[in-house]
């Protein structure tokens, strides 16, 4: 690829995602649930381009969301309104309104006091309102503490007897239609047992009901399938697939899955500029005009992403690549052997297709990235660069 001319095009930092890629992504993990009713519904949380989202809508694939803001970009960007999930621990009345309003596939409740409130709006608006209810298994998914979800000690969910209660009093109300059960263990799981554990859990709840006559139709078993950033071990979509559907034995149910981070994760790079290097004692630091607010997960997480020097490979020493934030955790990598780097050399920051972008931010009044997509070898626009007028729009006019 010709990263000099795109940046030569579009300017740095700069976000460039393989819409070929994200298509090959989506296919592998709808094939290895091949011969089931199934539903790849995508976290939009991952990356929320629009038209990464249409992209994805094309390819027949549904939404998983966890504020009204993505089930609007999902319907926007042509999602069908039953493709779509609205999940999260929070929703405001006026989300669920909306929602309701929206005819998506199903609320994923995450408590009780979560299902009293949509029964009473669904009441008010004269409406049934599609459900599923998140169980926490209390399964270690054996992943980053922060994103880690499916233990006792985290706020998602809730355990399996609160469950089946919560089913029940959905069964017995006239304005909830309990279709749906959920679970998530976390996100960049590569060791696949953790999600097979927490499905035959979830699984024998499923028969339960069925015995109690709850009709459960759609079985959510996540997001959370792992990518490879360093050194991890690529996850046998075949051997996750057979897992869950041995898990179900022979339930009638649609499995849904809620990918993101694999389906976007290693679509997506991050380009930036060198500004210049400076030494501290021995201490060697490149400096970039990419920063946290572009790329906050080495920042968060002390997540690793691949680099490549994309200058002349010579008189290589250790280094942190730095950007002009005024933190010192501002950081894209530590201890990096890199060439000599001159201003105007390039970097290339790998595995940055999720939680780039949209965890990005305008700390120190910066304006975010552009975003390209680069599909069959032609490049084009899908986010502009921010200008500083953008940051201040929705201040000037209180100023006296």
Same mark, same amino acid.
């Given at each position: 690829m010709d990263y000099k001319?795109?940046?030569?095009?579009?300017?740095?930092? *700069?976000?460039?995602? +393989?819409? @070929?890629?994200?298509?090959?992504?989506?296919?592998?993990?709808? @094939?290895?649930?091949?011969? &089931? /009713?199934?539903?790849?519904?995508?976290?939009?949380?991952?990356?929320? @381009?629009?038209?990464?989202? &249409?992209? *994805?809508?094309? *390819?027949?694939?549904?939404? +998983?969301?966890?504020?009204?803001?993505?089930?609007?970009?999902? *319907?926007?960007?042509?999602?069908?309104?039953?493709?779509?999930?609205?999940?999260?621990?929070? /929703?405001? +009345? +006026?989300?669920?309104?909306?929602?309701? @309003?929206s005819n998506i596939l199903m609320l994923n409740l995450e408590s009780e006091a979560e299902l009293d409130r949509v029964c009473a709006i669904a009441k008010e608006l004269n409406k049934t309102a599609r459900i599923s209810i998140r169980i926490n298994p209390d399964v270690d998914a054996k992943t980053h503490p922060y994103i880690s979800t499916g233990l006792n000690e985290n706020k998602f969910g809730v355990d399996v007897m609160s469950a089946k209660k919560m089913y029940l009093k959905a069964k017995n109300s006239a304005h909830i239609e309990p279709v749906g059960v959920h679970f998530h263990i976390g996100s960049q799981i590569t060791e696949i047992s953790s999600i097979i554990e927490a499905a035959n859990i979830v699984a024998k709840v499923v028969s339960e009901l069925k015995a109690l006559e709850i009709d459960i139709k759609f079985f959510d078993v996540g997001g959370g399938v792992g990518i490879v950033y360093d050194d991890e071990q690529n996850v046998s979509l075949y051997d996750y697939a057979q897992g869950i559907l041995a898990a179900l034995k022979g339930l009638d149910v649609t499995i849904v899955c809620e990918p993101g981070r694999f389906i976007v994760g290693n679509a997506g790079v991050l380009l930036s500029s060198v500004l210049y290097e400076k030494f501290n004692k021995n201490r060697r630091f490149v400096v970039v005009d990419a920063a946290m607010n572009d790329l906050i997960r080495p920042s968060l997480y002390d997540a690793h992403h691949g680099v490549e020097f994309l200058g002349k490979n010579e008189q290589i020493s250790p280094c942190d690549i730095v950007g002009p934030i005024c933190e010192s955790g501002d950081f894209l990598a530590k201890n990096l052997n890199l060439p000599k780097c001159q201003s105007g050399d390039l970097i290339l920051i790998k595995s940055a297709g999720a939680y780039g972008f949209s965890m990005s931010s305008n700390y120190n009044t910066r304006p975010r990235a552009a975003e390209i997509g680069i599909e069959d070898g032609k490049d084009r626009l899908i986010r502009r660069r921010e200008k500083f007028e953008d940051l201040i729009a929705l201040e000037t006019e209180f100023l006296n």
């Amino acid at each position: 690829m010709d990263y000099k001319g795109l940046a030569q095009k579009y300017g740095t930092p *700069l976000y460039i995602y +393989d819409f @070929n890629h994200i298509k090959e992504r989506y296919n592998e993990l709808k @094939n290895a649930f091949s011969g &089931r /009713k199934s539903l790849v519904c995508y976290a939009v949380k991952a990356n929320s @381009n629009l038209s990464i989202l &249409r992209h *994805l809508a094309n *390819l027949g694939a549904g939404f +998983d969301c966890v504020s009204i803001g993505e089930v609007k970009r999902a *319907l926007m960007a042509g999602a069908k309104p039953y493709q779509v999930i609205f999940s999260g621990v929070g /929703k405001s +009345d +006026d989300e669920i309104k909306t929602a309701l @309003n929206s005819n998506i596939l199903m609320l994923n409740l995450e408590s009780e006091a979560e299902l009293d409130r949509v029964c009473a709006i669904a009441k008010e608006l004269n409406k049934t309102a599609r459900i599923s209810i998140r169980i926490n298994p209390d399964v270690d998914a054996k992943t980053h503490p922060y994103i880690s979800t499916g233990l006792n000690e985290n706020k998602f969910g809730v355990d399996v007897m609160s469950a089946k209660k919560m089913y029940l009093k959905a069964k017995n109300s006239a304005h909830i239609e309990p279709v749906g059960v959920h679970f998530h263990i976390g996100s960049q799981i590569t060791e696949i047992s953790s999600i097979i554990e927490a499905a035959n859990i979830v699984a024998k709840v499923v028969s339960e009901l069925k015995a109690l006559e709850i009709d459960i139709k759609f079985f959510d078993v996540g997001g959370g399938v792992g990518i490879v950033y360093d050194d991890e071990q690529n996850v046998s979509l075949y051997d996750y697939a057979q897992g869950i559907l041995a898990a179900l034995k022979g339930l009638d149910v649609t499995i849904v899955c809620e990918p993101g981070r694999f389906i976007v994760g290693n679509a997506g790079v991050l380009l930036s500029s060198v500004l210049y290097e400076k030494f501290n004692k021995n201490r060697r630091f490149v400096v970039v005009d990419a920063a946290m607010n572009d790329l906050i997960r080495p920042s968060l997480y002390d997540a690793h992403h691949g680099v490549e020097f994309l200058g002349k490979n010579e008189q290589i020493s250790p280094c942190d690549i730095v950007g002009p934030i005024c933190e010192s955790g501002d950081f894209l990598a530590k201890n990096l052997n890199l060439p000599k780097c001159q201003s105007g050399d390039l970097i290339l920051i790998k595995s940055a297709g999720a939680y780039g972008f949209s965890m990005s931010s305008n700390y120190n009044t910066r304006p975010r990235a552009a975003e390209i997509g680069i599909e069959d070898g032609k490049d084009r626009l899908i986010r502009r660069r921010e200008k500083f007028e953008d940051l201040i729009a929705l201040e000037t006019e209180f100023l006296n």
